[in-house]
C-alpha cells in the first residue's frame, strides 16, 4: 500500500483552495492543527522513528545558519518553486543558493561560542 502524501498535503477540502500554492505563511495560522492531513513523517506504529531529532536537529542547522550568515541569495534563474516528486518532494532544480557572511556576531547567551 501506497500513500501519496503530495497529494494528501494537496488536498483543497483540508488546505483550501491555494493547496498547490507554495505559501509557508499559513503555518502562522494558528488554526491550522493538521493530524492525519499532515504526515512529512507518517504516522502510527510504523511511522519515522527519527521525527523528533530530525526536526529538533534542523532547528539547531536553521539558528546555527541564522547567527552566521545575515542573508541567503537566490541562484535559482527559474524564480517559483517547482517540484519533483520521488520518495517526497523536493525542489527539481536542486537548492542554488549563496549564503553571505554575518558582519555582526551575536555572542551566545552564555557567552560560550562553540567555534
Ligand atoms: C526530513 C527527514 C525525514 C523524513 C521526512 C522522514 C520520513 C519518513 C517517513 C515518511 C517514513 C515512513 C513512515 C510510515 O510508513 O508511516 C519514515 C520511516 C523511517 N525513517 Fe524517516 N524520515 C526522515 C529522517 C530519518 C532519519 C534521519 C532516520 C534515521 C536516523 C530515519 C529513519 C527511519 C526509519 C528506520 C524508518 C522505518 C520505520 C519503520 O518502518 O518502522 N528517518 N521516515
Known sequence: ?????NILHRDTSYWGADANEFRPERWQDPNLQPKWEY???????????????????????????????????????ILEFVDEYTFSTRSRN??????????IRFPFANGMDPK
Open 39 to 77: 504526515l512529512p513523517f507518517g504516522g502510527g506504529m510504523r511511522n519515522c522513528p527519527a521525527h523528533q531529532m530530525t526536526v529538533t536537529l534542523l532547528a539547531y542547522i536553521i539558528t546555527r545558519l541564522v547567527r552566521e550568515f545575515e542573508a541567503i541569495e537566490n541562484r535559482d534563474p
Open 1 to 5: 500500500m501506497e500513500l501519496r502524501v
Open 94 to 103: 536542486g537548492v542554488k543558493i549563496a549564503l553571505r557572511p554575518c558582519r
